[in-house]
């Protein structure tokens, strides 16, 4: 059973950083893509920045040059960087994994942690 791990979610003032972090239970070697995902409440869930197994990421525009995402193959563990926080980024966060495994496309989703900026 493939786990996806969050954390580092909580209340920030507007203008702050938080880094959020996505521990996986196998080599994220094994994905093809990882990413982060948001939902605001009442909201469809969006992707916010993802990466790929040789390293090229992509951004919503909403979060471009404020958020980084980086891996660290050795951990096993993707990370999500977000500065200059607005009220606008408040959500809940999900870490996605994408893996082809046995010829079967497989999508793994953590349980989330929540963030939310003041104004």
């Known amino acids: 059973q493939v786990q996806l791990v969050e954390s580092g979610g909580g209340l920030v003032q507007a203008g702050g950083s938080l880094r959020l972090s996505c521990a996986a239970s196998?080599?994220?070697?094994?994905?093809?893509?990882m990413g982060w995902y948001r939902q605001a409440p009442g909201q469809q869930r969006e992707l916010v920045a993802v990466?790929?197994?040789?390293?090229?990421?992509n951004y919503a525009d909403s979060v471009k040059g404020r958020f980084t995402i980086s891996r660290d193959n050795v951990k096993n563990t993707v990370y999500l960087q977000m500065n200059s926080l607005k009220a606008e980024d408040t959500a809940v966060y999900y870490c996605?994994?994408?893996?082809?495994?046995?010829?079967?496309?497989?999508?793994?989703w953590g349980q989330g942690t929540q963030v939310t900026v003041s104004s």
């Open positions: 196998r080599s994220i070697f094994s994905f093809n893509v």
């Open positions: 990466t790929t197994i040789t390293g090229r990421t």
């Open positions: 996605n994994g994408k893996s082809l495994d046995w010829g079967t496309n497989n999508d793994y």
